[in-house]
């Protein structure tokens, strides 16, 4: 695991990562025609909701000495389908009254190297999160307003209409918005390339369920207290746009452990809490845990208690005493 604090203005943010990607002696491929058409056809979209993101991919370009270009199209139309689970619990349900938010990211050993990142920007709110070579992207974190957002891949049926791979709207979330409704209402507003599932949820005990793709964009917010996303949709309305012969052999079976953990929850005198939901994200047989073979793992897992400007972290395939605290 890397860990990167980045702090100033979005440009100043840039730099200080271009400068870094430079000593670190990375390059990027050029771009055809048609990319370049359809990465500022994207950006003229998207400059109204993500204007500071797209300073720092300015920043990165001049403190790396990169094509700005080139890196729009990195940045904002690349990266990789997370196949992870991840779930939410309102503080009306829990023992010390907190909402807790709890999230396996499943990938190839490949992906394991990921970063970590404290983020401290002028403009908006600070955060701390997690990617995997995304450049301004996130991939999942906490911000000082006590609201978490992670997203899970879905292999869906894809058209050629420009949009923002999955990164750039958590990223997008954690930077400007304090609450569940907020956050929905800006990713209804962008536009997504593929399909995934993304999971909001504020300190307020709000929490709403985003199935987003290249065709529309679905919205829930369970009144029961509990999300869970994985690697499928569960809306009637989004169902058709998933392509079901790729859907993970264990994601429903990880989504309906999650569930039937929170339900026998609910029943019991101890409430969950965060040392609960820890065993529930290491557990393989009756939790949310993925070993399905060398290929197909999780390989990193974090839980919070929103409120707290901090959350804890597990860098490999999680043990329930093998999560750290990582503050910001």
Known sequence: MNEITLRGTHYEMGRQFGDLLRKRGKTFEGLGDESVRVTDRLARQVEGFIPDLLDEIRGIADGGGYDEEILRFHALTLGIIPFCTVIAISGRYTADGRTLFGRNYDASPEFADFTLYKTYPDRGL?????????????????????LAIAVTGVQGHYSDTPGLWDHI??????????TVDEAAELLRALPHLWTKNFLVADARGGICVVEAAQQNVAVACPSDGFGAIANHFVSPQMTGYCNREKIPSNSQRRWANARHWFEAGTHQRDKPDLRGLKRLLCDTERGIRSELDDHFATVWSWVSALGDRQFELADRLPEPNGYRVFEF
């Open 126 to 146: 600070s955060h701390i999160g997690c990617c995997y070579g995304m450049l301004v992207g996130r991939e999942g974190g906490v911000n000082e307003a006590g």
């Open 169 to 178: 709207p958590v990223r997008a979330v954690l930077e400007q918005c304090k």
